[in-house]
């Protein structure tokens, strides 16, 4: 059993190990050492260090904005960035006033500056390479070279790295998207087999469901990533028969998030279905484990499809599963009970998720390009989501109510705080303060904390470490092997671990002033103190100044949930009244809605990591984020089945029920907009239970059941009723609480 267990950590660790090496984080971790050595080592042979460090140093400048997506947002993105520092580095070049002018300069440099990020992500790492100019401003990196050479010299490291960026892609122009492909076959492989262990669990699924939707945020990030890589490539350059797998694959694995997404949606039902039927529940238990198992198998082979191994586990337990619903069915008197409908139903959806899984090694594995059909141009365009730069974006959110203009501001004044600090206890490298504010400081209290407690343990790690380093040797040369590994290790850690990050980031800092100071345990001493120093202000920072609580945020979030999954519904009811092809409508719809609900789960954990003072009614935010879950769960099921099966006309009593759920919501969203309208209570007061007055309390029960039809096609009427009403009564059930929580609600 031990020896079981060693070679399964060992199995682990390597696999580790090898998606580590894999990565995107790690090659760009190379990419950018190379861009940050090649200067200086040129510096060094031609007696240019001066020069050799300030290229190195707009390199590193024009890095941050280097992350996942398409070439063209990337090289934009890097060239915005190089524009930026080398404006940030001229000024900052000239700031040398007294120090009562210096604090307000500063202070509205740094306001300004940290403002950008209002526009986006990637803005926010143009943004920071801004900051981060400003801030090296103050070093004397450059020796006495003039405000103007030291621009030019960072817009050529830019422009250095840049190409170096472009030469990437085209060496490696697959490597992003077979990186985030296998990512995400990875994250829907965990997100089966946490649905397979909640069926299992009938006494407390709490923790799973975080967990389920912990790793539903991580995958809709990953597929909004991978959107923008296919999309993105696509609409630029054409198509191509990789390029067109490639995409076919993704649609069908958003498809599986919605199918897995699907059943079981009301847990109760299925917890006395399988306590009766034990058998059935550890086969379809079996069933998504081998799933989880197949999809991992595909994301290991996925650039080598002809060495995937057939397996035959899934349609092991698909027919184990099938003969155990025939018998169930042959021993049942009562022809078509709730569990064999429930039974069947389930199965549907399984058979689907299978379907997808052989499509997907399918496409892997022989296609022809002219069995590939790919999405228009047009349509393409829909999935990915724009981010609008346009000036009166800035007027708009020049607010106190807006999360990044109170961070903008707070960070203004913590960085003028921070250089009077360094300045009034003559710290050796006041810089260093600011280096840490910058880094370290985010919008939210909660992101802050954790960031300055990972970075101080980080740098005490990477202090202890080089203190042990030195005193084991002296040699310049080891030196600076070690400062150019720790560099590249820390720079592929800032995503993946940021203590990890921080405490190569202190080695790589410590070895590199090594190399041009003697005194390098004071340089240890120094580092330390002034990421303390960093780090308290940014926390004192955060917690006093303009504090953004997710409480303050909440209610829009919760706003975007609700009318996301409105417009699902809608689109749902659209497309099953009309049938026909499936509109690019109802696909972004969806897309929407499951971006909206992990907005709403992230808004959640970071108003966990909170002072307890300021977790106002965490538990009715738990709620409400639990019931969007499964009310978005209940849309995929009722989505799936009716675009995945013949169904027959939607009924009045369906588009009754349906028009009252949509108030519903539309009544939640008018409570969290404006507050309670009359008009709403006057509604709630009706004591008509619209399902039961419309679907009556049970199933109908026509004359064909009454003499066991065998008929197919009936079967298949049956099914779906069955499954419409479910669903409906379910979906009214919750649209309702969801109106009464945001009620009871105060903001």
Do not use: C
Request: glycine share 6%.
């Amino acid at each position: 059993m031990l020896l079981k267990s060693s070679k399964n950590i060992v199995a682990t660790t390597f696999n580790d190990l090898s998606e580590y090496f894999k990565s995107t984080d790690f090659s760009k971790a190379i990419l950018l050492g190379i861009a940050l050595t090649v200067p200086i080592i040129f510096g060094v042979k031609l007696d240019m260090l001066t020069i050799g460090i300030t290229i190195t140093v707009g390199a590193m400048l024009a890095s941050p904005s280097d992350v996942s997506g398409s070439i063209r947002h990337k090289i934009t993105g890097i060239l915005f960035a190089t524009s930026l520092a080398m404006m940030v580095s001229l000024i900052g070049g000239y700031l040398h006033f007294s120090l009562w002018l210096l604090f307000p300069i500063l202070g509205i440099l740094m306001f300004s500056i940290s403002y950008l990020a209002i526009y986006g992500f990637r803005a926010s790492l143009i943004s920071f390479s801004g900051l981060l100019a400003l801030v090296l401003s103050f070093s004397n990196v450059s020796g006495g070279m003039e405000p103007y050479e030291r621009m030019l010299l960072i817009g050529i490291g830019g422009l250095w790295y840049a190409g170096l960026s472009i030469l990437r892609h085209f060496i490696f122009p697959k490597a992003p998207t077979e990186y985030y492909l296998s990512k995400t076959l990875k994250l829907t492989s965990d997100y089966l087999r946490t649905r397979g262990e909640l069926v299992a669990e009938t006494t407390d699924r709490t923790e799973l469901l975080k967990k389920m939707l912990n790793t539903q945020t991580e995958l809709t990030a990953t597929h909004e990533t991978l959107r923008d890589i296919l999309i993105s490539s696509r609409t630029g350059s054409g198509k191509s028969e990789y390029e067109g797998k490639r995409m076919l694959i993704f649609v069908q694995l958003v498809d599986m998030l919605e199918l897995a997404m699907a059943n079981p949606v009301n847990y109760s039902k299925t917890d006395e279905l399988f306590a009766e039927q034990t058998a059935q529940l550890k086969d379809f238990q079996g069933l998504l484990f081998a799933m989880s198992s197949r999809l991992i198998a595909i994301s290991a082979n996925l650039s080598t499809p002809k060495r995937l191994r057939n397996s035959t586990k899934i349609e092991e337990f698909q027919e184990r599963i099938k003969r155990e619903i025939t018998e169930y069915t042959s021993k049942n008197d009562k022809g078509f009970d709730e569990n064999l409908l429930m039974l069947r139903n389930l199965f549907k959806y399984q058979k689907e998720q299978i379907k997808k899984i052989e499509k997907i090694e399918w496409l892997l594995k022989n296609p022809a390009q002219r069995e590939i059909s790919l999405l228009k141009k047009e349509d393409s365009r829909r999935f990915l989501t724009k981010q609008n730069y346009d000036f009166e974006v800035l007027v708009e959110n020049f607010t106190m109510r807006s999360p990044i203009f109170k961070h903008s501001l707070r960070l203004g004044v913590m960085t003028m705080i921070g250089y009077g600090v360094g300045m009034l206890f003559s710290v050796q490298n006041p810089y260093w303060i600011l280096l840490t504010l910058i880094v370290i400081m985010r919008p939210t209290f909660g992101l802050t904390k954790t960031r300055s407690k990972e970075r101080t343990i980080g740098t005490l790690i990477g202090g202890a470490l080089a203190v042990g380093i030195v005193l084991i040797t002296q040699n310049t040369t080891v030196y600076g092997i070690l400062a150019i590994v720790s560099l590249v290790i820390a720079f592929s850690m800032v995503q993946r671990n940021y203590k990890a990050a921080a405490t190569f980031i202190t080695l790589s800092v410590v070895f590199i002033y090594a190399l041009l100071r003697p005194d390098i345990f004071n340089v240890i001493q120094y580092r330390v103190t002034d990421t303390l120093i960093g780090a308290g202000l940014a926390t004192l920072g955060n917690l006093l100044l303009w504090p953004a609580w997710e409480i303050q945020g909440m209610q829009k979030t919760l706003l975007g949930t609700i009318h996301a999954n409105r417009i699902y519904l809608e689109e749902i009811i659209g497309f099953y009244n009309k049938k026909g092809n499936i509109p690019s409508q109802y696909k972004v719809a969806r897309k929407k809605a499951f971006l909206e609900m992990s907005d709403l789960s992230a808004a959640f954990q970071r108003m966990t990591q909170e002072p307890k003072s300021k977790q106002k009614n965490l538990d009715k935010f738990y709620e409400f984020a639990m019931l969007n879950h499964t009310f978005l769960s209940s849309l995929a099921s009722l989505s799936t089945y009716i675009l995945n099966n013949p169904t027959t006309p939607a009924s009045e009593n369906f588009n009754k029920v349906s028009s009252k759920i949509i108030q519903n919501l539309l009544d939640a969203e008018n409570v969290l907009k404006q507050g309670i309208s009359s008009e709403a209570e006057q509604n709630d007061a009706d004591s008509e239970d619209i399902f039961e007055a419309t679907f009556g309390k049970n199933i109908a029960i026509y004359d064909e059941i009454q003499i066991k039809t065998k008929e197919e096609g009936f079967h298949l009427k049956i099914e779906e009723a069955h499954l419409v009403r479910e669903q409906l009564k379910w979906l009214l059930a919750m649209s309702k609480k969801i109106k009464k929580i945001s009620r009871e609600t105060n903001f």
